[in-house]
């Protein structure tokens, strides 16, 4: 059977407490596990287990120092992008201030701070320090972002003799909660295409039609489908996002300008994806000429004549012949839940595709969170409201179960 983390890249970062000896064991069980483990220690990590343990354990040697003299380019943002997890263990009060606060001061908290992988942390402290406000409202800060995931800690015997809540969870229950944050790997070597973001119609060399969508969702599909292993081509319209790790970004402009870019991504007969999911806000019109000098300001009205863009959904859905490539539409409306979701039952069979995210206008322009409601042929799932980037998972689990389906 292939080993629960095979191949799996993980940070584990041990910080300063008598707990950090049984980060040995949760390096050993990852390792056993298949996983390519990467220990960094705090300044003070080394002062409770020694580094050549853990190097031993890990086959690597321990990163501690950010500014080593060893260290091409900026070790923090490599590790980052490298790991698929980041695992504390143990976590410290201290360290929990710091990632709280957003500080970089060391290797382990400027990495934290890079990453766009799972973080998941195993506090342990004196039941007096967990239960302190302050580290209470730290842990609040961490878990609200949605930046962190806390194992434990559980109530027990601490290193002082007391009882209470502080002492880390065992490394176990650590190694669980590594697996379940990991996410599954389920579109390896799967080509997604995703369109993200506005489009941009000119009308003359300063003015333009444009629309409110940041591309945050296709932006975080993109993110998302790269980390359960897909090839992705994000094709986004102008936005200001950066490019998500592992993702091939191609930036368009206009409907046109997107329509032959997500042809390109698709191939001859559609064969060179298995997904395409239309995120972006196509803009319905575009003046029916871009005039090449600034139109001049006159005293009467000014009429533009807009002409229809494609829509570029339905074109690959009339020229898809098969299941492939898997079709996932985006309904935007301003109108009742209701209303959208009928519009988005209407849009199935109009674009002939496999899945309409709906959406309500209010809800999901520029915001970080969405609420939005799946609608396929077998029903309506309503999800959120939640973070973008948690709402990609369960349009990405839709993809990936229709292509299991078809082999
Ligand atoms: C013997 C000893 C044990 C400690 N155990 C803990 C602990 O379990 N949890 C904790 O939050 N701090 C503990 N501390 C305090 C931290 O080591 C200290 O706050 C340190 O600055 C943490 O730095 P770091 O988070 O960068 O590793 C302990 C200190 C000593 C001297």
Known sequence: MTPAFHGRRIALAVSGSIAAYKAALVARLLVTEGAEVQALFTRSASQF?????????TGRPVLCEMFASDAAGERHVEIA???????IVPATADLLARLASGRADDLVAATALCCTCPVVAAPAMHPAMWSHPSTQRNVGTLVGDGRVRLV??????????????GRMSEPEAIVAAALAALAPR???????????????????PV?????????????????????????VTLISGPTALPTPV?????DVRSAIEMQAAVDRALGA?????????MAAAVGDYRPARAHEKKLKRGPGALELELVPNPDILATVG?????????????????DTEAQVVAYARAKLDSKRVDVVVANHAADAFGKDDNRVSLVTRDGVQALGPAPKSELADPILDFVAQKLREQG
């Open 246 to 250: 592992g993702v091939t970004r191609i």
């Open 186 to 204: 389920d579109l390896l070597d799967r080509h997604v295409v995703v369109t993200a973001g506005p489009t941009v119609e000119d009308l003359d």
């Open 269 to 277: 007969d559609l064969g060179a994806a298995d997904a395409l999911v």
């Open 81 to 87: 992008k490298r790991s698929e997890l980041l695992l």
């Open 152 to 165: 434990g800690p559980v109530h027990g015997e601490v290193a002082s003799g007391d009882h209470g809540v």
């Open 318 to 334: 009339a020229a898809r012949g098969g299941t492939r490539p898997v079709l996932v539409g985006f309904a935007v409306e301003a």
């Open 207 to 231: 003015r333009f039609l444009s629309n409110r969508s940041s591309g945050k969702m296709g932006f975080a599909i993109a993110a998302r489908a790269a980390a359960r292993g897909a090839n």
């Open 49 to 57: 287990v020694g580094a050549a343990t853990f190097a031993g354990i």
